[in-house]
């Protein structure tokens, strides 16, 4: 096995381990691709925020006054969406999930990622190059590990944050308790209906979690894939080997701005849809407020 730079590959369901490890090395069995994509993501972001912050100065540099366009930008958005009662306390997490995802999905539109890594030379490969076995790189929003981990974490951050906000009774009596101000006779009429509509919407919170990973991973994985049969279709239709290789530069041009596009829209999606379930879980009744 070398290491040699090929085509794109198609990615795998799973993130493949970079050290194959024996039972008595199994304290790297946790380094895959896209847990090394993570490291490199978050020591850039944290590097371009350190930078941009280090010297505040009244007339910003390029790189100062770009970080406080995105800040001011997330902050502003977030804050019609939470309310100012919540956007103090959720406005770092939210934010910090929108850059970090923006950042994994337009890092795998670089040049390298997937398609460098260890494979075996197989003859008559096209352009005569190595297929690709285990990409050095993966991207790390294309495996539903580090989706399903963001989720999780958002949904203890956001049980916490609705249960310090309205409390255990009013969060209990949001989920079950009669809606519309309904009193007397009616509100214990209505009430086992309002109890079977609760156990719905804890249904629905509990597969949140779902939803959010499955949406994001699966957008960055198909658009991966849709990227790579892009990449291969002169070879897949055939073409001669000097018309394949100029196709595969020249197809995926389109594709390549269409998932820049769909990076952001991902991004946004997964913020707003977290900002959206802090808002439906912490807002105050005006009859609270007065």
Known sequence: MSSLPILAAALSLHAPRLINVDEGMSFTSWLTNS????????????WFCRKATSKMLLVPSPLQNAFELVVEGLYDMLEEVVGKHMIARTFSFLATLFIFILASNWFSLLPG???IGWGEHKPGA???LPHVDTPLLRPTTADLNMTLAMALVFMCFWLYWSLSEVGLKNFLLHLFGVKGGLKGFMAFALAPIFFFV???EVISILFRPVSLSLRLYGNIFA???LLTAMISLGK???FPTWVAAL???TIPIPFYFLELLVGVLQAL???LLCAVYIQLATSHDEEEEH
């Open 269 to 271: 999606v997964f913020m």
């Open 113 to 115: 990622v997937g398609s």
């Open 126 to 128: 096209f352009l005569s």
């Open 35 to 46: 847990i090394l994509v993570s490291i490199l993501i978050s020591g850039f972001v944290i």
């Open 247 to 249: 196709a595969s530069i």
């Open 223 to 225: 658009g991966e894939n």
């Open 198 to 200: 609760g156990i719905i």
């Open 236 to 238: 897949d239709l055939g």
